[in-house]
């Protein structure tokens, strides 16, 4: 473990220490609902939102004791993994080398991601309202032996499907075709095939989706991540 250079409350001063992240709590994930069980309610403790100004990253945090599972995903790519909470507070650096720092607080959690080697983008993740809004995951039936992951808020919809073997590292991190992990936060990122991270419409987003690709900014590129996204999307209500 190592402190966070230059930032509040980080290393001695704050007594929270940056720490590798880890292979998401099992009960936290299978708490994590299915958009086509129409009766699915949200994991209590899933809070949701936006990351930067222009929130094109959207990140989802679900919060059990002095657990996180952490969800990052701008259509393109994704980071899925677990972190303990200390003293309400969330420091962990994923298995792609972004830097999650957050403060759990009631109701929210609210702080910074750094994608590594790009610029910080600040976010508030809240509670989410309304049916069809939040974190949910399901097997992709497009993709054998694919989940499918989406964070839904009112205004748009970011997703990955991400093979199994994705998940039995420390965290997940999916990857654009030249093999290099993605996540950007400081430019809109686009997707090979944008529906397919539309979740249905009976508990999704209504069906007055559109979506739009182009190529991906090379600049925004991370450093190398593993896995494949083999579908991914970003779509955005009208």
């Not at 994930?29 to 949701?48: G, I």
């Not at 609210?110 to 309202?129: D, E, H, M, S």
């Not at 900014?217 to 970003?234: E, L, N």
Request: charged letters at 15%; aromatic letters at 4%; one cysteine or more.
């Amino acid at each position: 473990m190592v402190a966070v250079a230059g930032c509040a409350g980080c290393g001695a001063s704050g007594g929270v220490k940056l720490v590798a992240a880890s292979r998401p709590d099992e009960a936290l994930v299978a708490a994590v609902p299915d958009p086509f069980d129409a009766a699915a309610r949200q994991a209590p403790n899933t809070f949701v939102g936006k990351i930067g100004r222009a929130g094109w990253a959207y990140v989802a945090v679900v919060t059990h004791g002095d657990r996180a599972l952490i969800y990052l995903c701008d259509g393109r790519a994704s980071e899925w993994f677990g972190a303990p909470i200390r003293d309400g507070r969330l420091l962990v650096r994923s298995f792609n080398g972004t830097v999650l720092d957050a403060r759990v607080q009631a109701g929210r959690v609210r702080r910074t991601v750094q994608p590594r080697g790009q610029p910080a983008g600040g976010f508030v993740a809240l509670a989410p309202k309304g049916s069809g809004i939040g974190l949910f995951q399901s097997a992709d039936p497009a993709v054998p032996n694919h989940v499918r992951r989406w964070i839904v808020l009112p205004d748009g919809v970011r997703g990955v499907s991400d093979p199994p073997a994705a998940d039995k590292g420390a965290g997940t991190g999916t990857a654009t075709k030249n093999g290099t992990a993605a996540l950007s936060t400081a430019a809109e990122s686009t997707a090979a095939n944008p529906s397919a991270a539309q979740p249905p419409t009976s508990t999704g987003p209504s069906a007055a989706v559109t979506s739009t690709s182009s190529p991906p900014p090379p600049a925004q590129d991370m450093a190398a991540g593993s896995g494949t996204a083999r579908k991914t999307g970003t779509t955005r209500r009208r």
